[in-house]
């Protein structure tokens, strides 16, 4: 597939290999809403080695009622994935951890230590909200992942439309220790312009700790080339504040 086509000379354009690692994505075929068989895996990965990541940690979800994954379930596919990388010849490396919805049994995953994680101290957990309303138990459960000694990392944090009209509420996500993670593609208007605005002014105040991909196909491989000129996400990798790198 061609990449960057579009570019026109002397745009400035994200070096996204200063990124070097995808923390988001869903790249395990046949067991959620990403890709569909092994084929899919390899086209979504390889686009995203062209546009310049060296790394991916593959994010499958896990929810209760629909996408029951296990460590196990996901763990048997990435190596799957990985064979057929191999087989292809591809350098780019594949990990994997997992997209947790906070539903009425992500607090006893929590409490069993039955999660997958990211990060060189495996410390790192990828959760996400309902997009209604935030859930009851949010303070509680933040709570219980960090006395377990993990890092909270709150998925697509603007995409919450609960809290577009109050911006502050992301203040207090930070000051309770979440680390917030930004889809890179709700720069590009994709989820809503609400969402955008949101992305800016995250990126503005340096409340991002992680950027992501959550790449679950060819469309979404297009908004990353679609990115690559915008400003605030240029801005965002000129931080120091994005913490993808030293993973």
Request: aromatic share 10%; proline share 4%; glycine share 6%.
């Amino acid at each position: 597939m061609a990449l960057f086509g579009f570019l026109k000379k002397d745009v400035p354009t994200a070096d996204m290999s200063r990124l070097q690692t995808d923390i988001h994505s869903h790249f395990i075929p046949g067991i959620d809403d990403g890709a569909k068989t092994i084929t899919d895996s390899l086209e979504l990965i390889m686009a995203m080695e062209s546009l310049g990541y060296s790394k991916l940690i593959t994010t499958p979800h896990v929810m209760s009622d629909s996408y029951k994954n296990t460590p196990e379930i996901i763990l048997d596919g990435l190596h799957k994935v990985k064979e057929a990388l191999d087989r292809a010849g591809a350098k780019i490396q594949l990990d994997a951890a997992a997209e947790y919805y906070l539903d009425f049994e992500f607090e006893n995953k929590i409490k069993q230590r039955n999660v997958l994680t990211f990060g060189g101290d495996k410390k790192y957990l990828l959760w996400e909200l309902p997009f209604v309303n935030p859930p009851d138990n949010l303070n509680e459960t933040v709570f219980h992942m960090q006395t377990q000694g993990y890092k909270p990392v709150l998925a697509h944090v603007e995409r919450y439309s609960f809290w577009h009209r109050d911006y502050s509420k992301y203040e207090e996500l930070a000051n309770r220790g979440i680390l917030l993670q930004m889809n890179i593609n709700s720069l590009t208007g994709h989820y809503s312009n609400e969402t955008r605005k949101a992305a800016h002014w995250l990126i503005d105040n340096d409340m991002i700790s992680f950027l992501g991909s959550d790449c679950h196909h060819l469309g979404h491989i297009k908004l990353l080339e679609q990115a690559l000129t915008d400003k605030y996400l240029i801005k965002a990798l000129a931080s120091g504040k994005i913490l993808n790198p030293t993973l």
